[in-house]
T-cell receptor
C-alpha cells in the first residue's frame, strides 16, 4: 500500500546508545518531515527536507541528525539517546507546497 | 507566533448526535488547515484539507469549515458513531516559514461516542 512506512514501531534504548529511525515513502513526495509527540506539548517539528540532498532544522533539532540521499528515504538518527528523547516519533511527507501531509504510523521510543 | 487552540479538550456524546469540534488560530497567514484523526497508540490519519482560499470541505459525514479572517475552523460530524471515538487534531501550515511547510498543531479534542 502506498504511504509512509516507519520502522521500528517500538524501541527501548539505554541512555547514551545511538539508533536510526527509518522512514520511507513511495508517493514520490519531495517534502518530508520528522515530528515528535509528547503529552502536553503536542507535535513539534524536529527536522525537515524539501528534496534529496536538502535538509534543515525544525523547532527541536538538538540531539538528532538527518540525511536525505534519496527521494524515498528520510532516516532520523539519535546520536546519544537521553531520557528526554522518550517520545513518539512521526514521519510525514507531502507532494508540494500547500498540499496536505501524510503521516506514518509512528515509532514509540523509550530511553531508560 | 502562531498558536492553535482546540476546544473542548474532551467530549462525550451519545451515538447519533451531530457534533462540532472547534479549532482557532492566532495568525491568519496560513497556506492551509488540515484535520487529522488519531486513534490511541496509532498514527495520524488525514481527514480533510482546506486551502486558505477555501471556505469548506466535505467528506462523507464530515464537514470542515474555515474562516481565515476570524482565525477559526470547525469540524462537523454528522450522525456520530462509536467508531468515531478518537482524538481529533487540527493543524495549520504557516506562511513566512520559508520552505519549512511547518505544521502547528492544536492539542486535540478527544471524542467518545457512547453506544
Amino acid at each position: 500500500n502506498a504511504g509512509v512506512t516507519q520502522t521500528p514501531k517500538f524501541q527501548v534504548l539505554k541512555t547514551g546508545q545511538s539508533m536510526t529511525l527509518q522512514c520511507a515513502q513511495d508517493m514520490n513526495h519531495e517534502y518530508m518531515s520528522w515530528y515528535r509527540q509528547d503529552p502536553g506539548m503536542g507535535l513539534r517539528l524536529i527536522h525537515y527536507s524539501v528534496g534529496a540532498g536538502i535538509t534543515d532544522q525544525g523547532e527541536v533539532p538538538n540531539g538528532y541528525n538527518v540525511s536525505r540521499s534519496t527521494t524515498e528515504d528520510f532516516p532520523l538518527r539519535l546520536l546519544s539517546a537521553a531520557p528526554s528523547q522518550t517520545s513518539v516519533y512521526f514521519c510525514a511527507s507531502r507532494m508540494q507546497p500547500g498540499s496536505g501531509y501524510t503521516f506514518g504510523s509512528g515509532t514509540r521510543l523509550t530511553v531508560v | 507566533k502562531q498558536e492553535v487552540t482546540q476546544i473542548p479538550a474532551a467530549l462525550s456524546v451519545p451515538e447519533g448526535e451531530n457534533l462540532v469540534l472547534n479549532c482557532s488560530f492566532t495568525d491568519s497567514a496560513i497556506y492551509n488547515l488540515q484535520w487529522f484523526r488519531q486513534d490511541p497508540g496509532k498514527g495520524l490519519t488525514s481527514l480533510l484539507l482546506i486551502q486558505s482560499s477555501q471556505r469548506e470541505q466535505t467528506s462523507g459525514r464530515l464537514n470542515a469549515s474555515l474562516d481565515k479572517s476570524s482565525g477559526r475552523s470547525t469540524l462537523y460530524i454528522a450522525a456520530s458513531q462509536p467508531g468515531d471515538s478518537a482524538t481529533y487534531l487540527c493543524a495549520v501550515m504557516v506562511k513566512g516559514s520559508g520552505n519549512t511547510g511547518k505544521l502547528i498543531f492544536g492539542q486535540g479534542t478527544t471524542l467518545q461516542v457512547k453506544p
